[in-house]
């Protein structure tokens, strides 16, 4: 059988009353603390300092870090649900707690030293410092290997060089994760020479450049991070000297799971819109979800909605079991929940027409926020390598 999964067991999703109780109570949050905001947040591009400080109240920033590094615990399903209920009222909030802040942590308490651990996850679980993650460059995306950025060893430090773009969080961030080139690339081992760094924002060298006006996630849009000669003690490593590829992949293939829970989130807003809307609205004299094209165009949102959450839910659940099919999956799952979002919106507008393309009905932005998913973190076109590769791997296929 050229399946990976050999059991029908293997599909099991493992929620438990815990993460519905979870949920209730992040969807209460959003609905009185977030839903509110998103013409503020819209209009000014800014999330305003007290919504983030009733997020860190509420303990959002410690969700899936350990205690003993000042988190509140939780498993990747309690991520997913955060994420995803955030990201029904306003996606740039999803992305902030969920993808900007695990980027950071995960590689951390994953390959990071005890002494990494230790002085840099209780901050940001306490909600007391600001993360982003700095990989991508302008010649170097979804193409991690072809990073530039230079790290060069002098005495017991790094001296980095180099530019960064495209960097969500960065514009508050108080720490970076970084990758630099500690050693030349070579053709027959593109992926070697890679190291990760954490680097302080407030370093000498450090400075954050021009923001870039994307088409959505208004409140924390990307910025240029530009690194010159930056000094970086040799105990900010984060797992070995030019093992930093593997760091990275192993990072991207659990936190692209974030990108499907953020997506399924804008997908589940703006389906509730359209089916609102399409049940008070009338033409003809008769509600519009009474139009054959209309109910037809629901039913549809509805199946990939609900398609894109069980996915996703399983993916996290292989990925908190640790099971080698985890990479896989979270593959599927973010390359078609983020294509769902986008295809959901899409005929959220559509079944508004002229109302659904005015900025003050909020119905657009859904839209503008469901596309960046299908680009950020590896395209679609990326995942569907993965998963072909990831296929390979698995059944011991050689290409």
Same mark, same amino acid.
């Given at each position: 059988m050229l399946d990976p999964f050999k059991s029908?067991?293997? +599909?099991?999703?493992?929620?438990?009353?815990?993460?519905?109780?979870?949920?209730?109570?992040?969807?209460?949050?959003?609905?009185?603390?977030?839903?509110?905001?998103?013409?503020?947040?819209?209009?000014?591009?800014?999330?305003?300092?007290?919504?983030?400080?009733?997020?860190?109240?509420?303990?959002f920033m410690g969700i899936g870090i350990p205690e003993e590094y000042?988190?509140?615990?939780?498993?990747?399903?309690?991520?997913?649900?955060?994420?995803?209920?955030?990201?029904?009222?306003?996606?740039?909030i999803g992305s902030l707690v969920g993808g900007v802040r695990l980027l950071f942590v995960t590689p951390i308490l994953r390959w990071g030293s005890e002494y990494l651990k230790r002085k840099y996850i209780p901050p940001v679980a306490r909600g007391e410092a600001r993360v982003a993650h700095a990989n991508t460059e302008p010649t170097?995306?979804?193409?991690?290997?072809?990073?530039?950025?230079?790290?060069?060893?002098?005495?017991?430090?790094?001296?980095?060089?180099?530019?960064?773009?495209?960097?969500?969080?960065?514009?508050?961030?108080?720490y970076l994760l970084v990758s630099a080139r500690?050693?030349?690339a070579r053709p027959e081992r593109r992926w070697w020479g890679i190291t990760t760094f954490v680097v302080e924002r407030d370093w000498p060298?450090?400075?954050?450049?021009?923001?870039?006006?994307?088409?959505?996630?208004?409140?924390?849009?990307?910025?240029?991070?530009?690194?010159?000669?930056?000094?970086?003690?040799?105990?900010?490593?984060?797992?070995?000297?030019?093992?930093?590829?593997?760091?990275?992949?192993?990072?991207?293939?659990?936190?692209?799971?974030?990108?499907?829970?953020?997506?399924?989130?804008?997908?589940?807003?703006? +389906?509730?819109?359209?089916?609102?809307?399409?049940?008070k609205r009338e033409t003809f004299g008769q509600k519009i979800i009474s139009h054959g094209m209309i109910a037809e165009k629901i039913a549809d949102m509805y199946i990939k909605l609900q398609t894109a959450r069980l996915l996703t839910y399983w993916a996290a659940t292989l990925v908190d079991k640790d099971r080698p099919e985890y990479a896989l999956a979270s593959s599927m799952a973010k390359a078609y929940a983020s294509e769902a979002a986008e295809w959901i919106a899409r005929q959220a507008i559509q079944i508004h027409g002229g109302y659904g393309v005015d900025f003050e009905t909020g119905?657009?932005?859904?839209?503008?926020?469901?596309?960046?998913?299908?680009?950020?973190?590896?395209?679609?076109?990326?995942q569907r390598l993965i998963i072909v590769r990831q296929l390979l791997k698995l059944l011991e296929i050689k290409a």
């Open positions: 029908i067991l293997d +599909f099991r999703i493992e929620l438990r009353e815990e993460h519905e109780l979870f949920r209730k109570s992040v969807r209460d949050f959003a609905e009185a603390k977030v839903m509110p905001r998103w013409r503020e947040i819209e209009e000014s591009n800014r999330v305003p300092e007290d919504l983030w400080r009733d997020i860190v109240s509420a303990g000042g988190g509140q615990g939780g498993d990747m399903l309690s991520n997913i649900i955060l994420v995803e209920e955030l990201s029904r009222a306003v996606g740039t170097a995306g979804s193409d991690v290997a072809a990073i530039q950025t230079s790290a060069k060893k002098i005495n017991d430090h790094y001296v980095i060089s180099g530019r960064k773009v495209f960097i969500t969080g960065a514009g508050e961030a108080d500690t050693e030349v060298g450090v400075r954050i450049g021009q923001q870039f006006r994307v088409i959505g996630f208004r409140g924390e849009q990307p910025y240029e991070v530009i690194l010159d000669d930056v000094k970086v003690p040799e105990e900010n490593i984060v797992g070995r000297v030019n093992e930093g590829f593997r760091v990275l992949m192993d990072t991207y293939d659990r936190t692209r799971l974030m990108v499907a829970a953020r997506s399924i989130g804008i997908a589940q807003g703006a +389906f509730e819109r359209a089916l609102e809307y399409a049940s119905v657009e932005r859904y839209l503008r926020d469901a596309i960046i998913g299908t680009i950020v973190e590896g395209t679609s076109e990326i």
